[in-house]
C-alpha cells in the first residue's frame, strides 16, 4: 500500500521559511515523478512544484517560483519543499503526490497523480 506522509507545516510569519517533507513508501520512489500542491481555502487545488524521478528537471508555478525549491533524496524516499519569502497568500494546505505509473520527466497535470497524501496546513501571518 502506497503512503505519503508529510511534515514540516506550521505557522510562520511573513518572510519566513519552512521545509516541508514527504516519505514516501509502498512504491518504488525513484521511478516515480513527485510533485507539491496546495489548496487554499475557496480555491481550487494547485499545482506548485514538480520533479522528475532522478530530480533533473524541475517545474514551478509563477506564484512560487524563486521562492520554493523542490528536492528529492532517493536514498531516504523523500521529496521537499523549501519555501522562502513567504508570503500570506502562502497559506494553504500543502500536499505530495505521487505519479500512476513509472516515467520520465516532470508531471504537469494533477489527473497524472495517482497516490496523495493526507496534506499539512501552512499558515503564514503578515
Known amino acids: 500500500q502506497v503512503q505519503l506522509v508529510e511534515s514540516g507545516g506550521g505557522l510562520v510569519q511573513a518572510g519566513g521559511s519552512l521545509r516541508l517533507s514527504c516519505a514516501a513508501s509502498?512504491?518504488?520512489?525513484?521511478?516515480?515523478?513527485m510533485g507539491w500542491f496546495r489548496q487554499a481555502p475557496g480555491k481550487e487545488r494547485e499545482l506548485i512544484a514538480a520533479?522528475?524521478?532522478?530530480?533533473?528537471?524541475?517545474y514551478y508555478a509563477d506564484s512560487v517560483k524563486g521562492r520554493f525549491t523542490i528536492s528529492r533524496d532517493n536514498a531516504k524516499n523523500t521529496v521537499y519543499l523549501q519555501m522562502n519569502s513567504l508570503k500570506p497568500e502562502d497559506t494553504a494546505v500543502y500536499s505530495c503526490a505521487a505519479t500512476a505509473f513509472s516515467s520520465a520527466g516532470v508531471k504537469l497535470k494533477e489527473d497524472e497523480y495517482q497516490h496523495w497524501g493526507q496534506g499539512t496546513q501552512v499558515t503564514v501571518s503578515s
Open positions: 509502498g512504491l518504488i520512489f525513484s521511478s516515480r515523478p
Open positions: 520533479i522528475s524521478r532522478r530530480g533533473d528537471s524541475t
